[in-house]
């Protein structure tokens, strides 16, 4: 069986594509897909059929003037003169389509054509950087104080945090503030939608692309855009960027601020079609050249062509929240540190009277709390952190740790919990929405990342006064606050940060510091987040 667990698209086969251009073969579509529209509008032949795999209600219909029909309809052509394209989601029902298809014949598949993966060239790309600088040079009416935030989905990282904190400074700034993301289903309550709309921010949600089938082809202004950047965005891109274009064209915001990279693309191509004046894009912690596999669509080498074209069209600025991630962004893009500004991240902190979590857990309201809040991925080296707090607990028995997140290592890391001696004293506890309620419990927060920009769980412990211990890396260096009972320790010297723990907690400092937390008030407040975005775009009038 083919392994498609991580493949959105087969590799493209030049010989069945060239036979079904000539006309050799025919094309038939197989799954009536949300991204059918999409499809049908970048392929360069045409579909005699689409096939519901499932024969249901749908055959016997007509789509986008193409016939829906059930798979038995395969009996009536030789294997050599048709290719199925999968249109349904490949890596959840490939193996099973692949698997129905071979009961008809050995008929060969592909997935849809976009011509930016399957025959990506330098032409192409000069063409839609032409496309974008002439389209630059348009500007539509906007409302003065309108801004637009896009963020792909507002789940529980620190992107959408940040993204969240920058909405509430903005109101406090006097903005109307709307933000553009894709509803996340898996979700049944979503905290930051709450917290948004008790600020008065408009929510819009992109709307599938199924949803928008009766109106794709009757929107005077998006079905031309469609046809433009068809060739060059994958069709989920294309729908976000025509879907936040129009919601754009209706508002006319006079800002867009998009973080994290699909949405940088979204956002920006739909601002720079809709006319907008200023727009800002926000990187990652470090390139996406150091950790690639964090890229959802848009892969690497288009990204850097996308963003180095960005920085050099008037009223764009691209952004990240650390100076390690300036030094990481310009290294990627050949730029100039220089020429990528830094806005550091933004906390609010409250904290929460009660050990509630301790109680839920079991542990003693007198117990020493060790906690890690991380996602459980390669660059916060989540099993070291493991090592680390259980080499302290052998020296520390009344004390317990507590490991909030969750990630691709999960499995790793409960099973080297297992190995250790203390790991009755070990929580692993999932990811968490009341995040100060569980920080106020602990005595310290400790953070083993290999790789960081501005870590929001350190601003977030430094904010309501827990000191921190965590490794001396550069995104670290710009956030902790070290003359507050912080300390940073050179990754990898894992026995000297075993010995600065068990310092911190047998002192008779304070738990909570009252330095530490008017400081982090002083510079780090939404308000200050939203000042200093909204002066990127005053230094780029300026020329600085």
């Known amino acids: 069986m083919l392994d ?4 959105h698209a087969l590799p493209f086969d030049a010989l069945l594509h060239q036979e079904l251009l000539s006309g050799k073969r025919k094309a038939i579509a197989w799954g009536v897909a949300g991204n059918l529209y999409y499809h049908v509008l970048q392929s360069p032949y045409p579909f005699i059929a689409i096939i519901d795999g499932l024969n249901g209600p749908q055959v016997g219909q007509v789509l986008f003037d193409i ?32 698997e129905q298809l071979a009961h008809y014949g050995d008929y060969p598949y592909i997935t849809p054509y976009v011509e930016a993966t399957c025959q ?14 002439d389209r630059r040079t348009h500007r539509l009416p906007q409302v003065v104080q309108r801004v637009v935030l896009y963020i792909q989905f507002l789940v529980k990282g620190g992107a959408e945090r940040q993204m969240v904190l920058l909405a509430i400074g903005l109101r406090q700034l006097g903005w109307e503030v709307h933000l553009i993301s894709v509803k996340n289903k898996e979700l049944e309550v979503n905290h930051w939608e709450a917290l948004l709309r008790t600020h008065g921010v408009e929510l819009y949600f992109v709307p ?3 949803e928008c089938w009766p109106n794709l082809q009757l929107e005077e202004n998006s079905y031309p855009l469609a046809n433009q950047l068809a060739p060059f965005f994958e069709p989920g891109l294309l729908h976000c960027i025509l879907t936040a274009y129009r919601y754009m064209q ?20 739909a601002a720079i079609f ?31 062509a996308y963003y180095r074209l960005m920085t050099e069209l008037p009223g764009i600025v691209l952004s990240v929240n650390s100076m390690a991630g300036a030094q990481s962004y310009a290294r990627w893009l050949n730029l100039s540190e220089s020429g990528i500004p830094v806005v550091k991240n933004a906390v609010m902190a409250k904290r929460v009277e009660g050990q509630v979590p301790l109680q839920q857990l079991g542990i003693p309201l007198s117990a020493k709390i060790l906690m890690g809040i991380m996602r459980l991925s390669p660059e916060k080296s989540p099993c070291r952190f493991i090592e680390v707090v259980s080499s302290v607990l052998a020296k520390q028995p009344q004390a317990h740790v507590i490991l909030i997140g969750d990630g691709p290592l999960r499995p790793e890391v409960t099973a080297c919990i297992a190995q250790q001696p203390c790991r009755d004293r070990i929580h692993l506890v999932g990811v968490k929405d009341n995040i100060f309620e569980w920080l106020s419990c602990a ?14 769980v350190i601003l977030e412990a430094q904010a309501i006064g827990c000191p921190v211990v965590a490794t001396d890396i550069p995104g670290n260096r710009e956030t902790v606050l ?63």
């Open 250 to 269: 209706r508002v006319q915001p006079k800002l867009v601020i998009a973080y994290l990279e699909d949405g940088n693309v979204i956002a920006s191509m």
């Open 274 to 304: 809709a006319g907008v004046e200023q727009i800002i894009i926000s990187g990652r912690c470090v390139a996406p050249s150091e950790f690639p596999e964090y890229l959802a669509v848009y892969d690497e080498p288009r990204l850097a």
């Open 120 to 133: 990506p060239s330098e032409i192409l790309q000069q063409k839609l950087e032409r496309l974008i600088r």
């Open 4 to 7: 498609l667990s991580m493949k």
């Open 443 to 456: 005595n310290l927060l400790i953070s083993t990342s290999s790789h960081e920009g501005m870590s929001n």
């Open 482 to 544: 070290t003359e507050f009972s912080c300390d940073l320790i050179p990754y990898g010297e894992w026995d000297l940060m075993v010995e600065k723990i068990v310092s911190l907690l047998m002192g008779n400092g304070e738990k909570t510091s009252v330095g530490l937390v008017k400081k982090m008030s002083e510079h780090y407040s939404p308000l200050i987040l939203a000042e200093k975005t909204l002066a990127l775009t005053n230094k780029q009038q300026t020329g600085e």
């Open 67 to 98: 016939p829906i029909v059930g798979p038995n309809v395969l009996d009536n052509y030789p294997v050599e003169e048709i290719v199925i394209v999968i249109f349904s989601d490949l890596q959840q029902f490939g193996g099973q389509i692949i």
């Open 208 to 210: 599938s692309a199924r």
